[in-house]
């Protein structure tokens, strides 16, 4: 599916205030294996909106559009407005529930004006401007959005089957990634030592594009292992390992939610394809240009290390300063330090 979000908010589209919902959307959907193709601010004005929505959904390049922003009572709230005029036919039943969810959180649910429907092959959805509240309402109507997109781009089946449950990480996730040859591996390593001083639980997974091997010949469970098995543990007083033979590499989600329940986050090198959020490593002497701010602009970018100044639409870390990259993985993803 082919997710974007849409920030209304005049202060974010003037700089004045970072926007937090759309990262928070962003997040949301990568924990549960959906990327979100484009991002964009723009202010509350409602010829703005509906050109913008217009063209988003008449391009083709999107199956869903979520707007965050703008659905509330105050004179610049005009999203819901906006949004009718895009819309050909309206889905009442969206905004009801979300309505109706976070009416259990708090009365002034009942102000919320948001509305859903389609134009085209298209899914648009309002979400509020908060972040929490954003998420909250955009997981109280999930359920039905994969299977309602299906349905709008032609599915001729009677009644489709509620789709599989996606696979949703037991833990928060970010990615390293970076042109070979950047230090990718030494700036995780000294975070992973940072946040383990710090008192984290920490899982680490490396990408490697090729084969490998971490067993020996000779070695009983190398033997094993050869002979056939599909899948061989080894286990002692102290650690555990799991040697399993598999065609493919199974998706980054699976990998974290069959294996690292017991921890407090897990670091990956590498799935730079991924939708998991990302932190780009950047060295100037190696490449002039980023990953995913260049011709490719991935909107799980989530901030970049780097040992020289850039002007980026996400937060600009020091590559020499690993101290301060773990604080910002702490506060963004662990919820501050640990106590």
Known sequence: MKIAVLTLSDRSARGERA???????????????YGVVQTEIIPDDTVTIVSTLSQWADSGRFDLILTTGGTGVAPRDVTPEATLQVLQRVIPGIGEQMRARSLQKTPHAMLSRAVAGIRGTCLIINLPGSPKGAVECLEAVWEAVPHGVAKIQGDPSDCVPLPAKQTVLPVPAVSFVAKSGTGKTTL?????????????RLGVIKHDAHRFDIDHPGKDSYRLTAAGADTMLISSPAKLAVVKQHQASPPIEELIATYFGDVDIVLTEGFKKSG????EVHRAERS???????ED????????A??????LDVPLLGLNDPAAVASFVEQRFLGGAKR
Do not use: F, M, N, Y
């Not at 998991?276 to 932190?279: D, F, G, N, T």
């Not at 002039?288 to 260049?294: D, H, K, M, Q, V």
């Open 276 to 279: 998991l959020p990302k932190i």
């Open 297 to 304: 602009h991935d909107p799980s970018l989530v901030a970049v």
């Open 288 to 294: 002039s240009t980023l990953l995913c701010r260049g």
């Open 19 to 33: 926007d937090a919902s759309a990262p928070a959307l962003v997040d949301w959907l990568a924990q549960r294996g």
């Open 188 to 200: 995780l390593e000294q975070v992973v030592a940072e946040l383990k001083q710090r008192g984290w």
């Open 306 to 311: 780097s040992d020289e100044p850039l002007q």
